[in-house]
Every structure is written in structure tokens, then in C-alpha cells.
């Protein structure tokens, strides 16, 4: 009896320590801290902001469904030791922190500001939800005097607002030396969505945004700009929440669940659009959101629907894609985040010389005539 108590209690332990192992896996530190770069068009004006907002993780995430956002990184700022990693950076002083780089013809300082605030709670000052600590706490990080005068407004008028029990604790602090975290960290929403989202739904992020800003979140309320026009008129999916799992593969066929939500690819020379020549647009097919545009369309030979360029420049996001033995750069969708294809550097020479790669079922097209009536009238101008 005691030996089969000792083998029982034996086991118990052993998968109790596999369940902690798996968890504790979430803050390893992997080796590297190199992000790779991400291509920007030369044409647009652009600048960043380092910001924090609680676990880098969320606040990625919530940036880079931002429109006029171009890239985000995740990493550290605002302490006194060089070079910090996930294993030492608060005892360094530092903040989880992102650096945002933004087309300033969208947005404007202040609208990076008051998103922060729309998306944290900036009224705790010890830290951000279940996460405890000076380097989880709200702030903003100035690089000149018309940052900081910028951020201190948009305080102001939010606290004016008087949406919050408390006043604003969101810190005004001027920019130091940003460090990138690694690899691991970025885009980790992305690399571990179930083990990202169960920590996300657990702090209760999203009901404390739902609670004071519901569909509001993704609405500049104080800082307007000519951003706050393009967030209310040129991009009505700004404030797109994607369906749960269960409601995704309900609404999407087998296919589109695997390909938008599984990274999946279609068969080559059978699927909807390739040969496609009509007018029109190419929409996200879980958002509806406005990706590309049959003026951009051109067969390819590859036996897949080929563009040459999205239908605005800040239509989808890009990311390194190290699968297949090679690296390619992903091609997703900027609010449903859905899995497009990839983007190829062999495209037209005469029409910028790249190749957008988009698998069919990742996509909705809307005939030219029926864009009025599905409310991407806006759109006409890029078809025509």
C-alpha cells in the first residue's frame, strides 16, 4: 500500500511540475535581442514614440492595429543599466516599454498618447492590472519640449473628460536609451495566441477598456488631427474586435479558418481568384476590411492572386516569416490580423518590383458595382 501511495504521489508531482514548467516557459529568455528590420516605404514621413502601457505583450499588440502605426517593438527604457533583458530590467530601473514608428501624416504624438491611454489603465501607478511593480506603470516618454507640452495636454483635457474614478497617473518622462527585448517578447501575440490571449482575458484588459470606452477605444476623443479623419472616415474597422475561435470557424469554411487563422496555403491553380480580372476591391475575409485593389492585380504565373501593392500603403503589416527553411516576409492583415500570404521582391520592375502573394481564401471580393452598397465608396478612386 505505501508503494503504490509513494508511485501515486510520485506522479501527481511530476505532472504537477510539467503544468508549472509549461507556464514558467512564458518568461524564458532566448539568446538573441536582434529585431529584424522592417521595409518602410522611402516616401513616408515618419517618426516614434516610446511608450508604456503594462505588459509589452498587450500593448504591441493593441499598437499595431492602429492605423498610420508602421511598426512595433517591443523592449525596454527608462532605467539606469545598459542593456537589460527580461531577467533584470526592473532591478535596472527600466519599464516594459514599446517603440511605435508612425507615418506622421496619420497620426500626431498626441494621438499615440491619448491610444495609450484608451488601451492600459493609466490611473494605476503601481502597475498595470495583475502585474504589479514600478516597470509595469503608465507612461509616456518625450524626445523635445513640444512632446512633453503635447502629452501633458492630452492628460489634461482626459482628465477633464472625467470617464475615470481617479485621475490620470500616466508619467510625462523624457525619452532615454530604448533597448529592444528578445526575440521571444515580439510579436508574441502572434507566435503564442492561446497562451497570449489566456493571459490577457485573466488580467482583465479588455473588460476595463470595454467598461470605459466600448466602441470608443479606437476614437480620438481630445488629440484631433487630421488622424482622427482618417480613423472615422477612412478606416471604419478601426474598432474591429475579432470573434472568438469558435464563432471564426463557424463564419470562415475549413480553408479560410486555416489559412487566415493557422497560417495555412491553398492549392495553386485552384482557388477563387487568380484568375480573377474584374474591378473591384479585395476585402479581409473575417473583417471586411479593405486590403487590395483589382488595379494592382496582375497575373503572375505563380498560380496564385498576385498584387503589386496594397490599396493603401498602411493596409497590412509585415513580419518575418522563418518557416519553410528559409525567411520570407508574412503579409497580415492590419485589424483581423488574418494570415494573407507573403510579400517577394520579383515582382514588376516597372511597378515597384515587388510580388504580393495572397492566398484566395484569405479574401472577399466586392465587385466595382457593388462597392457603394457595401460602404467602400471611399475606395472607388483606387479601383477606377
Known sequence: MNKKFIIISFVILAIVAGVFAWFFSWYQKPVSHLVPPVSIDSSVVTSTAILAGGCFWCVESDFEKLSGVLNVVSGYSGGVTASPDYKNYAQGGHREVVEVTYDTNKLSFANLVEYLIKHSDPTDAG???????????PAVYYANEAEKKSAEKVIADMNALKVYEKPLALKVLPRATFYPAEDFHQDYYKKNPLRYQYYRN?????????????????????????????????????????????????????LQYKVTQEEGTERAFSNEYDT???????????????????????????????FVKPILSDAVTFHIDNGLFTTRTEVRSRYADSHLGHVFPDGPSDRGGKRYCMNSAALRFVPKEKMVEEGYAEYIKYVE
Do not use: C
Open 127 to 137: 502597475g498595470s492590472f495583475y502585474d504589479r511593480g514600478e516597470q509595469y506603470a
Open 202 to 254: 485573466a488580467s482583465g484588459r479588455d473588460a476595463f477598456i470595454q467598461k470605459y470606452w466600448g466602441d470608443k477605444a479606437g476614437v480620438f476623443s481630445v488629440s484631433s488631427t487630421i488622424s482622427s479623419k482618417n480613423m472615422t472616415n477612412k478606416n471604419k474597422w478601426g474598432a474591429f474586435v475579432k470573434p472568438s475561435e469558435t464563432e471564426l470557424r463557424a463564419k470562415l469554411s475549413p
Open 276 to 306: 480573377n480580372k474584374a474591378p473591384g476591391i479585395y476585402a479581409d475575409i473575417v473583417s471586411g476590411e479593405p486590403l487590395f485593389s483589382s488595379k494592382d492585380k496582375y497575373d503572375s504565373g505563380t498560380g496564385w492572386p498576385s
